[in-house]
């Protein structure tokens, strides 16, 4: 058997398997399992290496032939696979508590493959082709059925379809480069079209306009899934490129412009969470500014950078889920998201509101929250380049902040004499104080996911070393 | 002889993305897509085998036919989502500009990726147009159409710089992907009217 035929091709089939199932809970419980399974197998299976078991010996082969194109999960991309389905497992098992797991897991899985084999497809350009497949696979699971395409979900498409041809072309110029790296005009205008089509691809400012709308718009949970997975897809993606091409890595420029890039995203959306009245746009700003620090932990370079730049997934991750955990359940017992609709809810949905209001303080960097340790550290490596970039950075992490401390406000606007009453189900109940939890440990022990950041940024052959 | 096929493909898809640009009604949006295929596939094949040519033809054709049917499933009144000016002159005018600026990219263009220029400009102008599209219109049927006559401009470009089976394949299917993503928010529509 081969490793994409493993990671790639079999959740594809399970993926296509499971929508013929329509029990919520056997869904999750069938796509936990085999993700867990992935998960254990990318930690512990080695790939190349005979395996034998007695008299049965059995390898796991790094590639896999396509249409005279390959597919190859080396042993260096083990870590990344397991790091990908293991939240994948968060996401799906949390599905049921809010009753998307049918259309979430099935579809879910699908595009969690597809973007594997993105990763795993060589040439890796064609890596914006799968993409592609895998935004248009999202399409039926971010629109409501029965409810006409919003602007949100209309310019998804298009600026994720836009970023392809960008790519594409970009790789045959890239390939131009490489064998003349000495044509300066051919290394701008690839720059130029890498650039725009990451650009497009990551949601870069100015291109964002759809983020905060879809997340106004859609199912709060299955937008908070897909604005996970495919800017931690892209990034990866965009880190091979980084990693791929030694006159890219090396342009004197880059640096500089990602930063300008990063602050741009992290001091826009930051200033403008902290103006939104609905709580569905908030959350969009702040996976715009996540983006942002990602890129701003690259333009720090080096395996410092990198070991940042993985320092972020996992809060990000537990944030995510909990704040799209805690919308989607406000969502459905409430008029709507808006600030005013939402007044004195503290009282009556406790667990909900405080896990909105905690993972919003982690995404903003709160000390002693799980957000902390990577923004404390991104901070610092910042301000050993410029001051001015961190205050800059700081203010946008302020209007993260002052919009949690506003959504607080709001939560706690109870009518005197108003009682305290739980109305989650002992479920949501559960999952909620998992997430404050793993949020609070994972701000006092960092030191926990430390194996993990040391492992990762050795997939990046250049990068991480 | 070839070339003047050449410029006649160019002329096809000349009209045909203006004439998308224009209409108001879907059973012409979805003829014009389709005969804008034609002169896709004949722009394809002066660097693609014909057969290779012929499968793209054949997947946006597939698209149109997708797209038709479930337009004429919802049978629903067109609803005009516009973002810009709608008037037919403002239309012409803007379609003018963007050929003229495609003509006088393609000039460069065509040497610069060592392709004659009607194709260079073939495939220029349909991505302005379809661009163009996108930029008027916030109905997703527009945009779809617009998607797909963008992704027809860039293969047509793309052909000349790569021959790779595999691209080709998933172009196809992001191709018929964007069809039934159409479709599906035609659908969605008529869930809501009913």
């Known amino acids: ?465 | 002889m070839f070339t003047i096929i050449n410029w006649i493909a160019l002329f096809i898809a000349l009209v045909t993305s203006v004439g998308l640009l224009l209409q108001r009604d879907w059973r012409w949006g979805i003829g014009l897509l389709a005969i804008q295929y034609l002169s896709l596939f004949w722009l394809v094949q002066t660097h693609w085998p014909v057969s290779m040519a012929a499968a793209k033809m054949v997947t946006g054709w597939m698209a149109c036919v997708v797209l038709g049917m479930a337009k004429l499933n919802t049978d629903l009144t067109e609803e005009t989502v516009a973002s810009w000016p709608q008037g037919r002159l403002f239309r012409l005018f803007t379609a003018g500009i963007i050929m003229a600026a495609t003509f006088a990219l393609s000039l460069r263009a065509s040497s610069w990726l060592g392709l004659s220029l009607p194709i260079a400009w073939g495939s220029l102008l349909l991505v302005g147009m379809g661009l163009l599209q996108l930029g008027i219109s916030a109905e997703p049927f527009r945009v779809v159409l617009g998607l797909l006559t963008v992704l027809a401009g860039f293969e047509i470009l793309y052909a000349g710089v790569e021959s790779s089976t595999l691209v080709a394949a998933l172009l196809s299917a992001v191709n018929l992907g964007l069809a039934l993503t159409g479709a599906y928010f035609l659908n969605m529509r008529r869930e809501e009217k009913e």
């Open chain 1, 1 to 465: 058997m081969s490793a994409p035929f493993l990671w790639i091709f079999l959740p594809l089939i399970l993926a296509g398997l499971l929508m013929f199932l329509h029990n919520q809970k056997v869904i999750a419980l069938i796509a936990c399992i085999f993700t867990f399974v992935l998960t254990l197998a990318a930690w512990l299976l080695p790939i190349d290496t005979v395996l034998t078991i007695g008299t049965w010996s059995f390898k796991l082969t790094s590639s896999y032939e396509i249409l005279g194109r390959h597919l190859v999960l080396a042993s260096a991309d083990q870590s990344l696979l397991a790091l990908i389905y293991g939240s994948a497992i968060v996401w799906f098992a949390v599905a049921p508590a809010i009753k998307t797991a049918r259309r979430l897991i099935s579809l879910g899985l699908a595009i969690t493959a597809l973007l594997v084999a993105a990763l795993a497809v060589e040439p890796f350009l064609y890596a914006a082709l799968l993409i592609e497949m895998a935004v248009l696979i999202s399409i039926p699971l971010l629109s409501a059925p029965g409810q006409r395409p919003g602007k949100g979900l209309v310019r998804f498409l298009i600026f994720q379809t836009l970023a392809m041809p960008f790519i594409l072309f970009s790789g045959w110029l890239l390939a131009g480069v490489e064998a003349n790296p000495g044509d300066l005009g051919l290394v701008q205008q690839a720059a130029i079209l890498i650039g725009l089509g990451f650009s497009f691809l990551l949601a870069v400012f100015p291109f964002y306009s759809w983020i905060p709308l879809l997340t106004e718009e859609s199912s709060p949970y299955t937008v908070g899934f897909i604005l996970w997975m495919f800017p931690t897809v892209t990034l990866f993606f965009g880190l091979g490129f980084l990693d791929h091409y030694t006159w890219l890595r090396d342009a004197p420029t880059l640096g500089r412009v990602l930063t300008t890039v990063g602050l741009l995203m992290v001091v826009s959306s930051g200033l403008l969470a902290a103006f939104q009245r609905h709580l569905g746009r908030i959350m969009g700003y702040a996976v715009i500014m996540e983006t942002g620090f990602s890129i701003l932990t690259l333009s720090l370079g080096g395996t410092v950078g990198l070991k940042i730049f993985f320092m972020f997934f996992i809060p990000r991750t537990l944030s995510l889920v909990v704040w799209a955990l805690a919308l989607s359940i406000l969502r459905k017992h409430s008029p709507s998201l808006i600030l005013n609709d939402l007044k004195g809810l503290g009282r009556t949905w406790p667990y909900a509101t405080s896990g909105l209001v905690l993972a919003n303080l982690a995404l903003a960097g709160m000390p002693l929250l799980a957000g902390f340790p990577p923004h404390q550290a991104i901070w610092e490596g910042l301000a050993s380049k410029s001051i001015s970039v961190v205050i800059w950075v700081l203010i946008g992490n302020l209007g993260l902040f002052f919009s949690a401390i506003r959504v607080m406000l709001t939560f706690a606007a109870a009518p005197e004499g108003a009682n305290w009453e739980s109305h989650e189900t002992g479920a949501q109940r559960i999952l909620l104080s998992i997430g404050f939890v793993a949020l609070l440990l994972l701000g006092l022990f960092p030191q926990w996911v430390l194996p993990l950041w040391t492992k990762l940024p050795t997939i990046f052959t250049h990068l991480g070393q």
